[in-house]
């Protein structure tokens, strides 16, 4: 299958192949599109993200990524901010002494092996449609209607909202509907020890040297190799919706790779 897919790349035009696909895409979506919209779960998702529709108007938040960067960073300066967690930034929770406002995850395999714990989370939680496989309904849980495909910037999240490959892209999204008209990003590394080819799934042997914690992907956790490249151009659309408002992304992540936003010096976002 995947010789067929070359050969049809090298013999059919770009524009063709470019609407065979958007094609397809819109199959894949059409497919899911019923229950994502009239399932009773979802229906009720629906209701409570039109009423976090710009919620936090003019007002900034942290997304926190889950990069070794963070064990270099003084946290506690986000006690009485706005913060979006992601995946098991709850690791952390602990530590910290606080909670994030908002806890954001949509990839199929964290969310399955960890389950019982995004289940036990008391704060505003947004996951995949797909999610409601292993997660009952809870007041404050928000199925949210992703997608793999259908590159699009959702500036209203109650409808359907392109992954971008990372939950970051999600949680950009999720933070544009809430109103935020700052966000800064921190701990998004963008660099992973661990090389392969982009989505693979693998197995961890040892420790976890592509996060702050050494048992986030612990020994045994099965997830999923980055795909960095996709993942920015759902950052640099992020960028282009955001600032096309006079809103603003920076990122203040220590010692980042990303190249897409502004660099801003973390300790310098409290200074008086």
Not at 126 to 149: E, G, S
């Amino acid at each position: 299958m995947s010789d067929m897919k070359e050969t049809l790349k090298k013999i059919m035009p770009v524009p063709m192949l470019e609407a065979a696909k958007w094609s397809l895409d819109c199959l894949k979506t059409l497919k899911s599109w019923p229950q994502a919209q009239l399932h009773p779960w979802r229906a009720d998702s629906i209701r409570k993200l039109k009423a976090l529709n710009n919620i936090h108007a003019g007002k900034r938040c942290f997304i926190i990524g889950n990069g070794p960067s963070l064990q270099k960073m003084d946290l506690s300066l986000l006690r009485n901010e706005y913060t979006f967690g992601m995946n098991r930034f709850y690791l952390m929770f602990a530590e910290l002494g606080f909670k994030t406002n908002y806890f954001v995850s949509i990839n199929d395999l964290v969310i399955e092996q960890c389950k019982d714990d995004f289940q036990k989370l008391d704060v505003p939680l947004f996951v995949a449609w797909r999610a409601h496989k292993w997660l009952q309904p809870a007041q404050h849980l928000h199925f949210v209607y992703t997608t793999y495909v259908g590159k699009k910037f959702a500036k209203n999240v109650s409808g359907r909202v392109w992954e971008g490959a990372t939950v970051t892209n999600v949680t950009l999204q999720l933070a544009y509907h809430m109103g935020f008209s700052e966000v800064i990003l921190i701990g998004v590394d963008h660099n992973f020890a661990t090389k392969g080819k982009p989505n693979t799934t693998i197995v961890s042997d040892g420790d976890d040297p592509n996060h702050f914690n050494p048992g986030y992907f612990g020994k045994g956790f099965r997830w999923q190799l980055p795909d960095l490249d996709t993942s920015e151009i759902g950052y640099q659309m992020a960028k282009e919706a955001y600032e096309a408002d006079g809103r603003k992304v920076l990122d203040a992540t220590v010692d980042g790779k990303l190249q897409i936003f502004p660099k801003v010096d973390f300790t310098s976002l409290f200074s008086e």
